[in-house]
């Protein structure tokens, strides 16, 4: 059974950091096909930082500069840093990962097979 298990959401400022990580199933991890996103009361799901197919980042507009993307092999974690966080960053957070469609560009939800259960990430002005 493919798993996504995120932590690290909380309440924070603006201006401050937070880093989510996300420990993916083995299965899932092995397609080098990762991302974060995020979505919040009422609107679609929106991606923020992924892997590209040729291990590539990409990162939605309003959080190049703040956001960084990493992975670590060894604990098969995918975890996002997030620093100058803004009100306007407040959502859940999904991890994802998994190819579904493969025409689907990184930042697409439609790409991704396997998400995880998602993460609170709230900051106040």
């Known amino acids: 059974q493919v798993q996504l298990v995120e932590s690290g959401g909380g309440s924070v400022q603006a201006g401050g950091s937070l880093r989510l990580s996300c420990v993916v199933s083995?299965?899932?991890?092995?397609?080098?096909?990762m991302g974060w996103f995020r979505q919040t009361l009422g609107k679609e799901r929106e991606g923020v930082a992924a892997f590209g197919s040729d291990g590539s980042t990409t990162y939605t507009d309003s959080v190049k500069g703040r956001f960084t993307l990493s992975r670590d092999n060894a604990k098969r974690t995918l975890d996002l840093q997030m620093d100058n966080l803004k009100p306007e960053d407040t959502a859940v957070y999904f991890c994802?990962?998994?190819?579904?469609?493969?025409?689907?560009?990184?930042?697409?939800?439609?790409?991704?097979?396997?998400w995880g259960q998602g993460t609170q990430v709230t900051v106040s002005s």
């Open positions: 994802a990962a998994g190819l579904k469609k493969s025409q689907m560009m990184p930042l697409d939800v439609r790409r991704y097979r396997y």
């Open positions: 083995p299965v899932a991890y092995s397609t080098n096909y």
